[in-house]
């Protein structure tokens, strides 16, 4: 709890700069974030102090389970308080502050081009810091708790990641020092393809986090075609693993490459990107560069869980609601900011199938499974099918639930498949890529919030937290 204590104190901090942007904005709203961060603070610093024991960062696997689940709740508990100060009930207020730090994207307010500074600069800020807490829990923490095969990367790659980062925070300060630099990079390219500096600040936050929030209501849709591809190589560029930007830079160049994860997604964007050009200039009698431009921006945006818009694809007919109902599921890299099932885990998946149709087919060859060319450890394949499994149940038992609430059939499943993939827009009318979520019923806000925790969180870490043997021993 004491570590608790210290991010919310360091949350407390945080509240600070979107108060300096009302103050700099003549903003009252300000007032609303200082009374955050004193309640925020007040709360942390009594954890810290209360909760406080030697080796505080020393923990045994279920404390580490506990800590993390902790953590993402108490924080977006607290990131919530802002929301609450502007007008927002507890109910929307949680589910924008959850949507924002898990990086999903989602939204309930309506009238972003008139909202106060302060509070746009709060929605790109929370999922900034959740994008880069998403990245550390993911190179760090996940591979050693053995969440959903994670652990493949801690069985193949720790001998090299020793030698390029020997130790955790100085992987924690490479990692930051990309994303800080990235953030830039992006933030220098939007101001340079149109936007004002404040729109550029927030894009490029919500972008390199693969998060998906805008300052406009029309989202990409407002922002000129520059804009749109300079989103399409950041987008992609936060849904990539960190750790290869660092073995790129520690000297070896070829790294981004030579990973199997970085040439399947390239190679599939750019073929689904392609080949949905084709269809609108056939279809819809779109400009065939027009149409690999909404297509390339829409797609990217949708895989890489970030969420932006540039039309609203969902009047191009059922074979798009369909194409980008399946990309909701896919994810990025491990090790990214990007949420879904994941690419590693679908390139796991296709080794099993082709392991057992190869045992099917001679019964007698003892089959190996192989991943980038190292060996399968034997509990991989038990951990990515069981999380699959749970990924697909989850899906589904939030569909029912939401149907249950009144919900269409498209509304409920878009619904849950983006908020535990932490995409963003939905399908339909009402959470479409022209809609959000405000028409929802409250419950269903609070059921998509828990989703949307469990999606980041890889299902597990939340589940195994009311598993009895967990707390057993």
Known sequence: MSVTGLLLSGLAMVMLVPAAVDVLAGDPNWQVFAASAVITGTIGSLLAIAMHRPNAMRMTVRQAFLTTAVVWIAMSASSALPFVGVGLDYDDAVFEAVSGLTTTGSTVITGLDGLAPGVLFWRSLLQWIGGVGIVVMAIIMLPFLRVGGMQLFRTESSDQSEKIVPRPLELVGHIAAIYVGFSIACMVGYALAGMSLFDALNHAMTTISTGGYSTRDVSFGYFTPAAQ??????????????????????GEPLALWRDVQVRAIIGFLTAVSFVTAIWLSLSQEIPFLEGLRLAAFNVVSITTTTGYASTNYVEWGAPAIGLFLLLTFIGGCTGSTAGGIKVYRFQVLGVI????????????RVVTLKYAGHRLPNDVPVSVLAFLAVYIGTVATVTLILTMMGLDLVTALSSAAQAVANVGPGLGEIVGPAGNFAELPDAAKWVLSVSMLMGRLELFTILLLFAPEFWRG
């Not at 199938?353 to 007698?364: D, E, N, T, W």
């Open 229 to 250: 591809w300079l989103a399409v190589v950041f987008m992609l560029a936060g849904a990539l693993p960190f750790v290869v930007y660092i073995k790129a830079i520690k």
């Open 353 to 364: 199938i082709r392991g057992h149709v190869q045992s099917l087919a001679r019964p007698s």
